[in-house]
Each structure stands twice: as C-alpha cells, then as structure tokens.
C-alpha cells in the first residue's frame, strides 16, 4: 500500500513539474511581401492566452507550452495555425485571401467570411474612401458597386439619393438603413471618410432579413475605425477649389431682343426694343454674376494603438467647403473616440462615439433658374445703386435674392454606442450594445428688405421683413443583445446568432415666424417681431420597434452553405392588430472549388453558386395614421374666436406593412490565379401593399388617405469583373474593375380600395401650373406624362385641319392621341422615365514604383430627362442659345422649335432628353516618398497627391447636370437644381 502511495506521489509530482515546464515565445506576423501586420490576433487554442502584434507586427505569448497551438488571424489574409516546439522564435507569413470569395464582411450583428454566405454583399476597400474629398461615404462609392446607384446633389454638405436595387415604396422612402458601428441613423454625412475602416452593402432578402422591417430598401453597414499595436499618429490636409462646369450658353441681349420682339409682335403686340436700342445693349451674365470658385479643405488628425489593456482611436476632423453658388457654405468638425477595454481574455467593453457639428448657409437653388431665365439686357444695379429686374418678364434678382435672404442651418449629433462583450466559452460569446443617435437642429430663414427698379419705376421687396425659425430634436435609441455560438464539429461550422432588439424614436418640432425683424444678425430672434401676423406650429413623433431574431450560417467541409434568418418585428406606428410580422430567409451556396474534382484543372480558381429568398418589411411613415382625427378651424368673433371641427380625415385602421419578397441567384468565379474575378446576378422582388396616398373626391371632408393599395416590382442583373495583376519584381501593378447593373421597376398593381378614388400620383410639378410625371398601374415610378409634338404648323391651313383651331403658325404641333379633334390631357402619353436602363462604373488603377495613379467612371444609359429649365416659360423669360438658333421663323420646314412665344407651355416631349452621361469621377495621381527618405525624417508614410473629381461629363443633356436627385416621383427634372460641380484638391498624407 505504502508503494503505491509512493508511486501515486511521484508521478504527481512529475506531472507537477511538467505542467510547470513553460516558457515565454516571440517572433513576428507579416505578409507575402515581409510587411509587418500590426494589429493581428494570436490566440493559444484550449487556454486563455492571446495578444495582438503591434505595429511592427512584433507579438509575445507567455506560459505557453511544448506542443500547443496557436492561430493567427488577421483581416484579409488566411488563418494560420502554429505549433510550439523547442524554438522560442517565430516568424509568422500570411497568405492574403485568394480571392474576394474568401474576404471577412460585416453583416447583422457580426462578421463572416464571405465563402460561408448565400446573399449578395458589396464592399468597398477603406483605401477607396479615407482619401476621397466628399462629404460622405456614399459618393466614394459611387460607380463601384453593382446594385447601388448614387445620385449626388452636388452642393456642400449633400448626400445625394441612394437606391439600391430600385425604388420599391411611394410613401416608405427610398434610402437604404445606415448601420453605424451598430447604431441606426438616418444621416452619415457627419461621418468623416478617413474614420471608416468597412464599408459593406447588404442587398438581397437573406442578407438584410435581419434587420426586419428596416432593411426592404438595403442596408449600408458602416464600421469605424479601432486602435491596434503601437501608437500611430496620421495626419492628412486636402485643398482645392469648387468650380463649374458643363455650363449652358445663354442668348446674348441682342439675341433675347430680337426673341423678344418676335414673340410680342406674333400676338399682335408692339415691339419692345427698336433697332437702335438693340445695338447697344449691354450683355449681362447672370449666372457669371452668382456663382464663384469656392475654396475646398478637409484636415483630418487621428491617434490609434493598444496600451496595456485599451485599444484607442482618436481623431478629429475639419471640413470647410464654399460651394458655386455666392453664399453657399458648409462646415463640418467631427470628433471620434473609440477605445476597447480588455478586462480579461474573456471580457471587454467599449465605445464608438462621435460628436459632430455642421453649419449650412444655403441660399435657393431656384437663384440657378432665375439666373438662367433673366433677362441679359438689364444690368445687376442700376445707376442710382437698386437692384434692376425688367417688366418683360416676372423673375427675380437672383443676385439680390442672395444678398437679401439668409437660409442658415446648423446641427450638432451625436452618435456612438456603449457596448460589452463576453466570452462565455471559446465557442459562444454575448454581447450587449446601446445604441444612441441625438440630434440637435436649428434653422433660420429670413429675407431683408431691399429696393428693386424696373421700367415702371421702384418697389420694395421682403417689405415686412419675415423671420422663420425652426428648432428641431431627435431622440433615437436602440439596444441590442444577442449570443453568437461558432464552433466546429468535423466538417460542420455552424454559426447561430440569437438575439432581441428596441428601438425608440422621439422626435419634436417648433416652428414660428414673425414680421418686423430688423436686419442684424444681432437682432433676428422672434421676440423682436411684431406679434400681429405671427405663426406658431409645435409637432412631433413617437414610435417604438421590438424584435426578436435568429441566424443560422452553416457549412460542410467548406462546399455546402445554408443560411436562415428569422426575425419577428413589432412597431408601433401601426395598429395593434397589425403590429407584428415575421420576416424568414434562407439561402444555399455551393463551393465548387472546393469539390476533388476541382483541383485538376487550372483555369478556374473559384468557383461559387448562390441563391437566397426571403421576405423583408417596411414601415417607413408617421405614426398614427391608422387614427381618425378632425380638423379644427378657428372662427373669429366679436367676443373671441370659437374652435369648431371642419373635416373628419379619412383613416385606413387596418394600415399595415409594406411586405417585399425577393429571389437572388449568383455565381462568383476567379479565374487565372484569380487574377481575374468577377460575379453575376439575377434578382426578383416584389413589394405588397404598398402604402398610397389615394386622392378622393370633395364630399368625405379629406381629399386623400393613406391605405395599403397596390405592389411594385424590380427586377435585374448584377454583373461586376476585376482584373489585377503584378510584375515579379512587385515595383509595376495594376487593376482595372467594371460593374453594370439592370434593373426594371414597375408598379404593377393599384387598388382603389374606395370607390372613386383616384388612382395615381400626379408630380413633377413646374410651378407655372404643369406637372411633368405621373405614378400609374403598369409603369415606373415617376414617368414623364407628356404631350407629344408633331413638329410646328407652318401653315393656317395646317391649322385649319387640327385638333388645334386656336394655333397660330410657328405653335407645335401637339399629336391628338385618342382622335376625338381636340388637345386634352388625355393626348398624354408616357414616355420613360428617370430610373436607367443600364447604370455602370469603370475603376482602373495603377502603380509604378512610389508612383501610384487611378480613375473611376460611372454612367447611365436609357434613362430620360426634363429640361424645366426651358420648359418653366411665363412671358419674357431668357432662353439658351440653342433654343434661339433653333426657333422657327419661317418657311416650309417645321421640324426645328417653336417660334418664340410668351405664353406657358404645354408639358411636351419637345422638353424631354436622353439622359445617357459618362463621368470621369475621379483622377488622382500620387507620390509615395521611398523608405529611405522616410527613416531620414523619422516618418512612416509620406504621400502627396493631385485630385480631379467630376471634371468630365459626356452627355448630350442641354441642360447644366444630367444627374439630377430629387423625390421617388420626380426625379430626373432639371428646376432649381445644383449645377455639375467639379473639385481640383491637392493632398498630403503624412504617418508618424
């Protein structure tokens, strides 16, 4: 007994002092090329040790033992697995990704590798964005991404449209849901481009499912930048000047004379200028006199690294632009700090905060039209000092409208989450986030008062010197906890991530006005007003979202994927009977590359089918339209004014849910040591019970309500394909991209629900009472609904024998569609409409030794566009040179433009163009100072560099900007519009 005890003993102790036996290892992670990887994760398996290399990629792991494992990790590149020998030095090299099949994305509530997904996500490279000299994300991505199209504004501070696989809601809004390091917002243009580390856009159903009844339009995940390794510091300066381009030539005064007198004396009037006083005339240039080169600069200063326990990232950035357009200004400062704090191995938490503040002074874009509509023959001021207008026609000053009138809007948000994360095992963690979006709005609005001469005399302009205030307050707050177990059984990864999110949305407006305020900055507050007359308008919004959600992403031994989501969504903004909704996917993918048989060939070196389907949601409107309200009416009398109901609203209480379903396939390849990849893709989906504004005739007290009426339907292609290669040496590389996206939208189902209701949505609306588009069963959103010409009548007896008695020679010739002898509006015809038939991009780069050069170019093709420019006519308005050159004045030919009239037109095909443009986005050269320079002024990156944005446009569009955003119904009318805006920066990029 007493020799088995013996026994027992020593060999604990020999156990003892094998388990003592532990020794401290270091080495290096680097790539391919011997560049270190700063910030790559080492973790032994089967133990609680971990560490992450620091910015030379150095690392060290204590108390590891003889025969453990440890794997490194790092984005982009291929996990590697170590195992610790008698060595106590290593020096790691990782394999970049070989394809873009392999790359990590963000998705809902984590990460993948994109070989273990069945949807469709897009990205961008952080290098695409950090250097780009916009004010948001959206417009570096512009022309990069299939699926996603992005129409830019072009003013200061704009975000422009983004539609991501069409247009599937009238009243639900268009725009995508912005993620934000887990938080949702409506607005990134606060977000500086050289803080975002990822940029992914989730597109199909089995991607953004997830997200419930906020992801039926997509999803923009944003991720900002985390500290890593040793302290880095960057500093980066951009500065240049806004300048326009693709102007529109103008007639001359002598020109706008002649035109003039022409139209006068067509209808029986005098003339308004005699020879003489043509020949004098003095030309004024008004969009020369309004418009500017503004002064662009950005300056961005950010401090990144790990200490201790505390991953950091500080950074500050300024933007400062001057737009085209006199007085048009926008200025941004954004500060960011986001820190991870390691408790243990197993516990951290964190922060993603940003506070940002951004000033807007915005005169009105409609001082573009009055530009192009004034007269040239009158000077800005007159010889006595006044602004001068004309009695020919009826348009505004546009330089006075500038000098008098203040738009002003200033805003600070911030936006951030505190978050906690636990590693309960190595194989299931929890993490817990609140999410916080506040937003702090004021706008001023106010027009001094200023004299105006004309022929007739003065008159005074903003008389009474109106002051507008808005104060506005958003609230949004969204907490989200979720477990997300990963482990692996054999040749089976399963991922399942279960989770709860709450939403909660507060948002309240005070509006006011008041008269008599004088004009100093000083004094324009509404308390300096006159209190007869004044407004006042206090409204707000409550709503809140609960959902509950699951993923399932597994996969066998790399080949077989099969994804499922489910999340059941309630909200609030609809009634209780209707509040909840499921929202399933699921999706399959296929590895082919994977596969035995694969590996005996050479040409391809990925290959990846996909399919998904699922259903996503939509409740993107006010609250509590499902309620009948009345509408009250004061009624002054002598003793004070009564309160009395004067119409009851029409209300639909079984409002509910925009429903959209979607089908995607695709195949993703790689082919010749993936030096050329590429993807395709089909995507079906249809929107149910669209919500529509029903018009109704006068007798129910309301002359419209919100019911769930109709569907829409787009569908489309997908295609994009990179190549890129290398020379041996590794001094020559390049890149060249191109994507192309086709997409259908139809509405394809209106039901009137009521009798008598109306339906369709008239818009596109001129000002000069015409509207230009129409929303209606079997065509797009916002068609143009036009009149269609015929040429012009050259002849009375031509006029004799049309539906137009009442024409006079030189007037189009409109075509009677439906034959009964008469000009109506049901001659309208439809004819295309904004949204492309084709919309593309093409990227190429390229780099030679320090040197480095690329461009990017997008388009569109198929898509129509209205010229309201010259289409909005009263009487006495200027008109382009080509107009002019191209009027008829006389003859047998009648194919050319009207005569000149002063009279309103009619909305015609006449105004309508193709829409096709290519733009050359982007021109950067640069220059990456050599290692040796670096290490003689103790720097680790030096770059300079030249940028050109939008200087080319191709298009023949007769107006100033193809691209033009506005509403879902209205897009593609070119009225009070930004002109086409071109940037030259120089920049410099500089890492300590």
Do not use: C
């Amino acid at each position: 007994m007493r020799f088995k005890l013996i026994t027992v003993f020593v060999m604990l102790l020999s156990y003892i002092g094998m388990a003592q036996e532990t020794k401290t290892i270091s080495g290096t992670v680097s790539d391919s090329t011997d560049v270190p990887l700063p910030g790559a994760q080492l973790k032994v398996q089967g133990k609680e040790i971990f560490t992450v290399t620091d910015f030379d990629g150095n690392f060290t792991l204590e108390d590891v033992e003889e025969g453990d494992v440890f794997r490194i990790t790092f984005l982009g590149f291929q996990p590697k697995e170590v195992t610790v020998g008698t060595e106590n030095e290593y020096n790691v090299v990782l394999q970049e990704e070989a394809a873009s099949l392999n790359e990590v994305v963000v998705i809902g509530y984590g990460e993948a590798e994109s070989r273990d997904l069945a949807g469709t996500i897009s990205n961008l490279k952080a290098e695409e964005i950090n250097d780009s000299p916009t004010t948001s994300a959206l417009q570096a991505a512009q022309g990069k991404l299939p699926g996603v199209q992005v129409i830019n504004n072009g003013s200061p501070g704009s975000v422009g449209n983004v539609r991501i696989r069409g247009a599937i809601s009238v009243l639900g809004g268009a725009d995508p849901l912005y993620v934000v390091d887990g938080v949702i917002t409506q607005d990134i243009s606060g977000i500086a481009n050289s803080d975002i580390e990822s940029f992914d856009v989730l597109k199909d159903a089995s991607s953004t499912a997830i997200y419930g009844a906020r992801g039926a339009n997509g999803v923009v995940l944003i991720t900002t930048k985390s500290g890593k390794g040793k302290m880095k510091v960057s500093l980066s300066s951009t500065t240049g000047i806004n300048t326009l381009v693709n102007g529109v030539d103008m007639a001359n005064a002598q020109e706008y004379a002649q035109y003039t007198n022409e139209a006068l004396t067509r209808t029986g009037n005098d003339p308004a200028f005699t020879a003489s006083e043509i020949s004098g005339l003095q030309t004024t240039d008004w969009m020369d006199q309004i418009t500017r080169e503004g002064l662009f600069q950005n300056y961005n200063l950010s401090v990144s690294g790990s200490k201790e326990d505390i991953d950091y990232y500080v950074s500050a950035n300024y933007m400062d632009e001057e737009g085209i357009l006199q007085d048009n200004d926008y200025e941004r400062l954004t500060v960011r700090l986001n820190n991870t704090y390691h408790l243990s191995e197993n516990i951290r938490f964190g922060h993603n905060v940003s506070l940002v503040r951004q000033r807007g002074f915005n005169p009105s874009f409609s001082n573009f039209t009055n530009a192009y509509k004034q007269a040239p023959h009158i000077p800005v001021r007159g010889e006595d000092g006044n602004y001068r207008t004309t009695n020919l026609n009826n348009v505004g000053n546009p330089v006075a409208n500038i000098d008098n009138n203040q738009n002003v809007n200033e805003q600070v948000r911030i936006l951030g989450n505190a978050w906690g994360e636990v590693d309960i095992f190595d194989w299931l963690s929890f993490r817990s986030s609140i999410g916080v979006n506040v937003l702090r709005e004021k706008s001023r609005n106010y027009g001094a008062r200023y004299i105006v001469g004309n022929e007739s005399g003065t008159q005074i302009l903003n008389q009474n010197q109106v002051l507008n205030v808005r104060d506005y307050d958003e609230e949004r707050f969204n907490w989200d906890n979720f477990l997300t177990f990963d482990k692996k059984f054999g040749k089976h990864d399963v991922n399942l991530t279960l989770g709860l999110t709450s939403e909660r949305l507060a948002s309240e407006a005070f509006e006011g006005s008041r008269r008599g305020v004088p004009p100093s900055d000083n004094l324009l507050y509404l308390g300096i007003g006159e209190q007869e007359g004044q407004t006042i308008d206090h409204v707000g919004d409550r709503s809140t979202r609960l959902a509950y959600f699951s993923r399932l992403l597994y996969n066998f031994d790399k080949r077989y994927v099969f994804n499922a989501t489910i999340r059941r969504e309630g909200s609030s903004k609809f009634a209780e009977s209707e509040r909840i909704r499921y929202y399933p996917s699921f999706g399959v993918a296929w590895n082919i590359d994977n596969e035995d048989f694969f590996a005996n060939q050479n040409f391809l070196s990925n290959l990846k089918v996909r399919g998904s389907y699922g259903l996503v949601g939509n409740d993107r409107i006010d609250s509590g339209l499902f309620l009948q309200l009345i509408d009250f009416s004061a009624y002054p009398f002598p003793n004070g004014v009564a309160i009395g109901g004067s119409s009851i609203q029409q209300y639909d209480e079984n409002l509910t849910w925009e429903t959209t379903t979607e089908l995607d396939l695709g195949i993703e390849f790689g082919m010749l040591d993936n030096r050329l990849t590429g993807e395709f893709t089909y995507y079906d989906k249809e929107t149910e019970d669209i919500l529509f504004p029903l018009s109704l005739p006068q007798t129910s007290g309301d002359d419209s309500f919100v019911t769930n009426a109709g569907s829409i339907e787009n569908k489309g292609i997908e295609f994009a394909l990179n190549w890129s290669d290398a020379s041996e040496s590794g001094d020559f590389s390049y890149n060249v991209g191109f994507n192309i996206t086709k997409n259908e939208n139809e509405l394809t189902n209106i039901n009137p629900v009521v009798e008598n209701a109306i339906p369709f949505i008239d818009s596109g609306d001129l000002g000069n009472g015409q509207i230009v588009t129409r929303t209606v069963e079997g065509n797009e959103l916002g068609t143009f609904w036009l009149y269609k010409t015929d040429g012009v009548f050259t002849s009375q007896s031509e006029i004799d024998n049309s539906a137009q008695p009442g024409a006079r020679v030189g007037d189009f010739r409109y075509v009677d569609t439906n034959g009964d002898g008469s000009i109506t509006q049901t001659d309208r015809q439809y004819m295309g409409s904004y949204q492309p038939d084709f919309y593309y991009g093409i990227n190429l780069g390229v780099t030679y030794k320090q040197v480095d050069f690329s461009t990017s170019l997008f388009g569109n093709v198929g898509n129509k566009v209205f010229n309201g420019l010259r289409a909005q006519r009263f009487s006495g308005e200027n008109i382009d040179a080509d107009l002019f050159g191209e009027r008829y004045t006389g003859g047998d030919s009648g194919n050319g433009g009207p005569a000149a009239f002063n009279a309103v037109p009619l909305p015609s095909d006449y105004y309508l163009e193709d829409g096709d443009f290519l733009r050359v986005n982007n021109i950067t050269v640069g220059y990456n100072f050599s290692d040796d320079i670096l290490e003689s002024i103790q720097l680790s990156r030096l770059r300079v560099y030249a940028t050109a944005q939008n200087a080319l446009t191709f298009t023949k569009y007769s107006g100033f900007n193809p691209e033009l955003p506005r509403g879902i119904l209205d897009s593609g009318l070119e009225l009070d519009a930004y002109p086409t805006t071109a940037k030259f920066l120089l920049g410099l990029n500089i890492d300590f």
